[in-house]
């Protein structure tokens, strides 16, 4: 499983470093230079990015195994369906904790603020969760469906969760009169150990559905 | 003799096709060919056999072994060249070597290396510039180089131009009369499987109506040409696909052994001559018949 996951590990290891290596600093510009190191705006908007860096590497991935029939080569090898799959949810999940720790160590470093890197931390631990349940369904749906009829219909879908800022803020929040640190500390006020025990186990369970889709999977 | 693949009542069903209720064995040690048109059955047999479809009812052993526990050990032990090649073309040879490695227990490098030598494939370029040709070849490398004990290959010369099919069948050949594999073969192109097979399974409209060894088929069928009344009831009887021409009647038949004391006067005369058929000719009999 191991060698699995190194094969499948390209795009979440360009996705991770394009994101940690050029569009974190820049989205980090005020923290790193000082001139406004704690406004709680940017967490708000790096939650975007554990959308884009999971989600957007993991449509990367498929889009890619689909382009080069990968799944028709690696049936034909002595591989069980289940290593494969646990191969793919491995990664989600090892993203997921990398752009989690990431940027709650990243905002601790720069900002030295407990409370900030609290609420990054419970902040991001939350859409990670939120994550993982959105990868498991993808799964379940590539496997379903096959990639290139389920793509049709989920692709906006994905770019509404990348833009979900952009959404929120323009459209939601006025609606509701709601300002960036009410939706802060009503996302913060979930137990985040709840969050991602919950989170974790509907995961696993979307695991052993994908597996069960992909056996019954026609040819 | 001893059964390498046991299917039995096999079936499975797809809105336009059935592949109904056939049972086969296939000998260990040997070369046997799966022939039959496009669409009788051929590839949805091998898909079965090799676990990449579910059957909707019946049984599949290979090598003893049943997929439901074994299916990764079946896997381990066959050789599999579909009808399509199937690869991560961005790589190259020698990393699709590297990688696959890491899932078969024998897997042989040295092997592998000595085979893209010998087809003429260059290690280090990507697959996606490779020819259809080289990339069957590829297939065979891989299949051959972890020792397998059973090789199913399913239409591997289909799209291929003649030169590059005969090249890939007598390759084949060699293999297989050094090294003593079981192999089974799927084609519609007869001229394949009368080279290089043992036995032969015919396939036509999701069933099995003819299974023997090449030598049996070729010697009980038998083309015949006659002059008009030269034959009895029961000869004429026993042919299939009779024509009538200007100079008299062809047709062929599968119980030659059975009728050729029959036919002594006739031959004697000159009014019968025997010709041997091919294999297409026996499965445009049962095509026709079916």
């Known amino acids: ?219 | 003799m001893e059964h390498i693949v046991r299917l039995s009542h096999l079936t499975k069903n797809y809105p336009e096709f059935r592949l109904d209720d056939i049972d086969l064995e296939i000998p260990r040690g040997y070369v046997t060919g799966l022939i039959g048109p496009n669409g009788a059955g051929k590839t949805t047999t091998i898909k079965l056999i090799m676990n990449l479809i579910r059957p909707d009812e019946g049984s599949v052993e290979v090598l003893g072994l049943g997929h439901g526990r074994h299916n990764r050990e079946i896997k381990d032990r066959t050789g599999y060249i579909g009808e399509e090649q199937y690869f991560y073309e961005q790589r190259s040879a020698t990393w699709t070597g590297r990688f696959v490695s890491h899932f078969f227990t024998a897997w042989d490098q040295d092997r592998f290396m000595q085979l893209l030598d010998r087809f003429g494939l260059p290690p280090k370029q990507r697959i996606k510039k490779y020819s259809k040709g080289m990339k069957v070849k590829l297939s065979l490398a891989i299949a051959l180089s972890h020792h397998p004990e059973l090789i199913i290959l399913d239409e591997p010369t289909s799209g291929l131009d003649p030169v590059i099919r005969r090249e890939v069948i007598e390759m084949l050949q060699d293999l297989t009369s050094v090294e003593g594999n079981t192999v089974l073969i799927s084609s519609h192109i007869t001229d394949d499987i009368e080279r290089i097979a043992d036995y032969v399974v015919y396939m036509v409209q999701g069933r099995i109506p003819l299974t023997a060894s090449k030598d049996e088929l070729l010697s009980n069928w038998k083309r015949l040409h006659f002059k008009p009344d030269t034959l009895t009831a029961d000869i004429i009887s026993s042919l299939e696909l009779v024509e009538t021409q200007m100079f008299g009647s062809t047709g062929i038949t599968r119980r030659f052994p059975e009728i050729k004391d029959g036919l002594e006067t006739s031959l004697s005369n000159g009014n019968v001559r025997i010709e041997p058929v091919g294999l297409d000719d026996i499965l445009i009999a049962l095509v026709k018949g079916a």
């Open chain 1, 1 to 219: 499983m191991w060698y699995l996951m190194k094969k499948f590990s390209l795009m979440y290891v360009l996705y991770a470093a394009l994101y940690a290596g050029l569009l974190f600093p820049l989205l980090n510009y005020d923290r790193i230079t000082g001139s406004n190191p704690q406004d709680p705006i940017y967490i708000f908007y790096q939650g975007s990015f554990i959308f884009w860096v999971v989600l957007g590497s993991l449509w990367a991935l498929e889009q890619m195994e689909h382009k080069a029939r990968g799944y028709g080569f690696l049936r034909t090898l002595p591989l069980r369906i289940q290593d494969i799959v646990r191969a793919k949810f491995s990664l989600v999940l090892l993203a997921v904790l990398f752009i989690v720790v990431f940027q709650a160590g990243s905002i601790r470093l720069l900002t030295k603020d407990r409370d900030l890197t609290s609420t990054t931390w419970n902040f991001s631990m939350v859409i990670g969760s939120l994550c993982l349940i959105l990868a498991g369904l993808a799964y379940a749906g590539i496997f379903r469906f096959g990639f290139s009829r389920f793509s049709k219909w989920i692709f906006g879908a994905w770019l509404l969760f990348f833009l979900y800022p952009v959404i929120l803020r323009e459209f939601l929040m006025p609606a509701f009169r709601l300002s960036v640190d009410d939706v802060l500390d009503r996302v913060t006020g979930f137990n985040w150990i709840l969050v991602s025990t919950a989170a974790l186990t509907i995961f696993w369970a979307l695991m052993q559905l994908a597996v069960r889709l992909w056996r019954e999977e026609r040819i």
